[in-house]
């Protein structure tokens, strides 16, 4: 499952505003993939990415809103986008705060879908 | 509420800001002989000085096999539990080489732990003073205390 | 090296317990264990193997109380005996502030000690130190057995002690010269703490 994801990283960058793409394993916080421009961290990006996730899972569930599926973090300066990928992955998208939010979930859906 | 307890006052903001950010459940800075500079979370002193102890040995350990393969720098270590994962980290500061062991649960991670570790090094490095000078630190007729004290121990 | 902190008024010193194997390291930390009261040590951590030979250390903090004003702890370890173990060795003896040498006095084992003492000095030169810069004792152990089978302390001094170094009988498993060895080996290594001179 991981290499058809992890091909799907460069299709990701191709979406209009995004920076960089990762696979990151959701329990460690580790980058598994990255496709990322100069400058991004991928290290920081994934770390903190699992442990957005992770907390977002917690108040989702005890909003009875279940699993989160996506998670879009819309900052001053840039955006956050984070899917689950199933079995302990997640699919990272960061770029600026005018990035094809819709088209990277696109990508991201596409590429689950192609890895199963 | 778990306070950091510090030994070396210069330790103190750069640990608190670490177990803020990283979200450790337990962290020692000591010395590479097991020696404790710093903690956070732990309970009792004497649980600190075995973890250390042990800690400071298996980085040892490490460095050794690291030596043993060609000078290869190991800077850290981790293991992973189900539950908790132990992590063990080594850095420079001026006044010599310090590690820490970090202890998380499943509200961090490795990755969280790492990225928050490379700046609590910066954090120690830019905060450490340099090596003190040597100070006489015992009055010249301390045999007295220590053979009263070891009597005391052994209830002689 | 001794950890001193003069601001929290701390002093911490590491006592390595060095020797062949079987010699009575451990049970001389066993023995400190049982003696000393709860408050004042640590627990003790043994790693060793199923036939409960020490594969890595043993390790005891002690807790001395105040002296000259200073909390004063000793962590005292032992090292692996055996001879393949020499690695993990020298990486106990690592920031030792003193060495306890526990020679094993049956006369059986007499090359055995010889061969750990030269190990030790080894390990203390690849470290930048020697035996005549670290506070060391000698505890001669199992002197408890009959005198057919064992050296004299009189004749391990000859094989063994070249510094004339203070040395002390024992009897490990019942805490003969265990005490007598600990306050000797604390004496030196604070003694050298105090004689540090200003830089």
Known sequence: MIAPLAEALDRMTRVGGVWGALLVAADDGLVIAEAVMEGIKPAAIAALAASLARQSGIASEAAGAGTPRFLHLQGAAGTLAVMSAGDGLLLVAVGSDEMNVGLARLEMLRAIEAAE | MRRSRVIEAWTYEPLERFVRESGARLTLVMTPAGQVLAQFGFARAVDVMAAAALGAAVFASSSEIARLLGNLEFSTLHHRGHRFGIFLGGCAVPRGRLLALVIYGEDSSVGLVQLFFDELVRGLQEAAPEQERSRPVLAADFERELNDSLASLFGR | ?199
């Not at chain 3, 043993?58 to 000793?74: A, K, N, Q, Y």
């Not at chain 3, 030269?118 to 057995?145: C, E, H, I, T, W």
């Not at chain 3, 005198?147 to 063994?160: Q, R, Y």
């Open chain 3, 1 to 199: 090296m001794s950890l001193v902190n003069f601001t929290t008024r701390e002093i911490t010193c590491k006592i390595v317990y060095y020797g062949p194997g079987r010699s009575g390291k451990t049970a001389s930390l066993q023995y400190v264990y049982g003696r000393v009261p709860q408050d004042r040590r640590g627990r003790m951590v043994s790693l060793a193997t199923e036939t409960e030979r020490t594969l890595f250390f043993d390790f005891l903090p002690l807790d001395l109380g105040s002296i000259s004003g200073f909390t004063t702890r000793f962590h005292l370890y032992t090292v692996p005996g055996q001879l393949y173990y020499d690695s993990t060795r020298k990486l106990v003896l690592q920031g030792a502030d003193g060495v306890v040498f526990v020679a094993d006095s049956q006369v059986r084992q007499l090359d055995e000690n010889i061969e750990s003492l030269q190990g030790l000095q080894a390990n203390l030169v690849a470290m930048g130190s020697d035996m005549r810069s670290m506070p060391m004792v000698f505890q001669y152990n199992k002197q408890d057995l009959p005198s057919e089978l064992i050296l004299t302390p009189t004749e391990l001094d000859d094989a063994l002690n070249f510094w004339a170094l203070a040395s002390h009988s024992s009897d490990a498993l019942r805490g003969v010269g265990v005490f007598e060895t600990l306050r000797a080996i604390s004496e030196r290594v604070l003694r050298k703490l105090s004689e540090e001179a200003p830089a």
